[in-house]
């Protein structure tokens, strides 16, 4: 069975920095794409940044040159390093895996539970 868990989250001042951590763990041969998806009190989920196995990303326009995402193939693990956070990046955070391949199973679009950042003075 999979799991995928985030860890990284909390309160941080505007200004600031946190990296988020999403551990894809189970019997897993390779995922093509991990990425980082995020939804404000109200609002509908929405894009945050994705990579795929050979390293090709993609970013939301709010967050270019302030996040940054990479991922540890060898470990199934992609990060998020978000600087320069807005209160308006306040919202939960979501790690997703598509195409995840096992010995008897695959998965697309597979979510973690989310991790909580708060950006407030």
Known sequence: QVQLVESGGGLVQPGGSLRL????SGSIFSIYAMGWYRQAPGKQRELVATITSGGNTNYA??????FTISRDNARN???LQMSSLKPEDTAVYYCNADGIITLTTHYNNYWGQGTQVTVSS
């Open 21 to 24: 951590s999403c551990a894809a």
């Open 61 to 66: 326009d709010s967050v270019k040159g302030r």
């Open 77 to 79: 693990t992609v990060y």
